[in-house]
DNA sequence: GTTCCGCATGAATCGATAG
DNA sequence: ACTATCGATTCATGCGGAA
């Protein structure tokens, strides 16, 4: 089942069930000051701003569920901003347990550079839970053993496909095909990947392949995963693609539309 | 010119001018880590146990100048411990700015796998200032494009030409060679780096890349680099090897043996 | 003299057991 | 009830012995 609604989360959730959903995902607007634009918070106001909504998430999640917070970071003033670390203590002081700090490693390069600072190449994902003994399907991610190889298969993934049909044909990506066939081990906290630039029409917060580990390793088949600041749909699109329920949300009509035309095209596993 | 001093950096300090160096990179004994070695810090003390020290680096670094602050984060009892948050929360209350927060993406990390929690593959490189305008020389870090082709490269070269030869006649290895004559960018703020275990007999913090990069990017030749935690002597290693002068703390006199060792084996550039 | 295979070992964490 | 200790788990790497 998929429920979209437009409307501050805030006060939408309100039409969730206590502890029905399995996984929140979501990667909020991040903190700016120009607050013309969509979703511009202050920095300095972040934490006050997201509080609230974090207690309406809290209360529709499962007590083995989980919650994966997105979130960048911003430098203001040349110093890098501490809202996020504010925001792991205020929910924190909230009962929130900080169980894990993933970090997504963005392999794309976006020319860039200023005269103190390289390019931003990470993300913070943040999860949190409500218990210390929360779900987790660990086999459900397992990656074939060694990085290296992870690496080079994300590689062909993106550009070596598309430019050089003729090396998938080659010994090499027939190896990487045998790869998956030895053990499998299980990743690490580092996420590795790409930034997508797939769809031109929005530009999604993250990967799809972002969601999609998270849905695996926190939800089963039938649960219900969340996103509260769904933009253009890509955890929907996860769930769905992996037979989850979603419910997702957002403030503008316009980004609920694009989802639900997004989400559409996808159906559930066979 | 290189100087090592056993006892404790705080005090062994106090021997040098103030604003006379230009880059501390260190990584302090962790919380609670090596307890047999340092005696241990508790994750709870950590803070007040490493201002003081941090004052004193203060004193030592020049107005221009940057400290690099290594740290990995702990779990207890199942959770994130903050001790990593409050110790930037605390450093910029004592006018630190923290100007940048660099990733350590281990290649190879401890194993293990638990209920809840994957291996975790990355560490934080902290980055504090005296003042926005620090010195940066941001061409002397520059890398060939697609760096993790040169990772790669080096990595074929030695364990698995061996173990998987066919790959080097693949499409993969070919392409590699290409890139490597190709122009060269700037880095991200995740440095990619395996550690290292090629001394057997002393384990060291970080890999030699790691100070090397920094040493690089916040200094010039003939500079001085601190280490108050210097251990084994890594960084000594990187900067004597890189043209700059030297100082060296640690509190185990058997650590300071090493590093003397360590560092007289290797010589400035020509 | 090479190449290959086996194995010990880490900046770890959890759960159980013992004091 | 709370702390201390120990075994089980995990995998990239380098070294040494064997083929």
Chains 1, 2 share one sequence.
């Not at 003033?77 to 924190?92: C, F, N, P, Q, S």
């Not at 969601?211 to 253009?232: A, M, W």
Request: charged content about 25%.
């Amino acid at each position: 089942m998929i429920r979209l609604l437009t409307g501050d989360c805030e006060t939408e959730l309100a039409g969730l069930a206590d502890e029905s959903v399995a996984l929140v995902v979501t990667s909020p607007p991040y903190a700016d000051a120009r607050k013309n634009i969509y979703g511009g918070v202050h920095p300095d106001k972040y934490v006050a701003w997201f509080l609230p909504k974090a207690e309406q998430l809290r209360r529709v999640l499962r007590p083995d569920g989980t919650f994966i917070l997105n979130v960048k970071e911003k430098v203001v003033d040349g110093e890098r901003h501490t809202y996020v670390l504010e925001l792991i203590k205020a929910m924190r002081a909230h009962d929130w347990r900080w169980t894990e700090q993933w970090i997504w490693h963005k392999r794309t390069s976006m020319p860039g550079k200023w005269p103190n600072r390289f390019r931003d190449a990470w993300e913070h994902c943040l999860q949190f839970n409500k218990r210390r003994d929360f779900r987790m399907n660990q086999d459900a991610v397992m990656v074939p053993i060694g990085d290296w190889a992870v690496t080079r298969m994300a590689n062909l993934s993106d550009e070596d496909k598309r430019r050089r049909p003729s090396d998938t044909e080659s010994g090499f990506a027939r190896k990487v095909a045998n790869w998956k066939n030895r053990d499998m081990v299980y990743p690490t906290n580092v996420l590795h990947l790409a930034t997508e630039c797939g769809n031109k029409k929005h530009s999604a917060a993250f990967p799809l392949a972002l969601p999609e580990f998270f849905i695996k390793l926190f939800t089963q088949e039938g649960d219900t995963v969340l996103d509260p600041f769904c933009g253009s749909g890509t955890t929907g699109v996860a769930a769905v693609q992996l037979g989850r329920d979603f419910v997702g949300i957002d403030t503008m009509a316009k980004h609920i539309a694009i989802a639900r035309e997004y989400i559409a095209k996808v159906s559930p596993p066979a």
